[in-house]
């Protein structure tokens, strides 16, 4: 069966230091696969997209995220976090019809 | 600006009641869709409309309705028949007829039931 699996639910990092979000799917093919940030009370905003191609897609806020086929993961980075970048981050992936949503990672940042 | 409109925010109801959560959207998007959203389950998708007048079911339609008469708006019904509807519900929308365009998310509604 199709799967997301982000396997932290929660992670700390010091503001200034870098990031990685862990993000792993279960497919036949080649997935579309995505990774949006929830605020406290929000909607979902799309950071950044893979369909196909370049495997190092870069995002919005400075986020990028890189496919690994070998590895089956999508993990998500950024070299150097800000307060702001405090939220809850969840990967998907599939068709937009039938997309397969981690459970998410919450975000802290320390000063 | 274009997007996604949900109201109310907050949506107190009693247990045995039906309740609309409203979604408009004026992107001019096909498609469009409702998710639950649950501490620690990520999103779940309960309904999907690819077209007006056309929906689909997604994962965990049962106990809810909805209904697609416009382009622009797609309510969804919480019916009394939902056995655990506290939650957060989320509208999205998208261009493509469910292929690879990214999702627009509303603000979502939080339903509490007593």
């Known amino acids: 069966a199709q799967s997301v699996t982000q396997p932290d639910i929660h992670i700390t990092v010091s503001e200034g230091a870098s990031l990685e979000l862990r993000c792993n799917y279960s497919?036949?093919?080649?997935?579309?696969l995505f990774w949006y940030v929830q605020s406290p009370g929000q909607g979902l905003q799309l950071l950044l997209k893979?369909?196909?191609?370049?495997?190092l897609v870069q995002g919005i806020k400075g986020f990028e995220a890189e496919f690994k086929r070998s590895q089956s993961s999508f993990n998500l980075r950024k070299p150097s976090v800000h307060w702001s970048d405090a939220a809850e981050y969840f990967c998907?992936?599939?068709?937009?019809?039938?997309?397969?949503f981690g459970t998410g990672t919450l975000l802290a940042v320390q000063p | 600006d274009g997007g996604i409109t949900q109201s109310p925010k907050y949506l107190f109801r009693k247990e045995g009641q039906n309740v609309t959560l409203s979604c408009e959207q004026n992107l001019n998007h096909d498609a469009m869709y409702w998710y639950r959203q649950d501490p620690g389950q990520g999103l779940r998708l309960i309904y999907y409309?690819?077209?007006?007048?056309?929906?689909q079911k997604g994962d965990i339609a049962e106990g809810y309705s909805v209904s697609r008469e416009k382009k622009e708006s797609f309510p969804l019904t919480v019916t009394s028949a939902q056995k655990n509807p506290t939650a957060f519900y989320l509208c999205a929308s998208s261009t493509d007829r469910g292929r690879n365009s990214p999702l627009h998310f509303g603000n979502g509604t939080r339903l509490t039931v007593t």
């Open positions: 497919y036949g093919a080649t997935p579309y």
């Open positions: 998907a992936g599939g068709a937009t019809n039938k997309l397969i």
């Open positions: 409309s690819q077209i007006v007048n056309d929906f």
């Open positions: 893979y369909f196909s191609g370049d495997t």
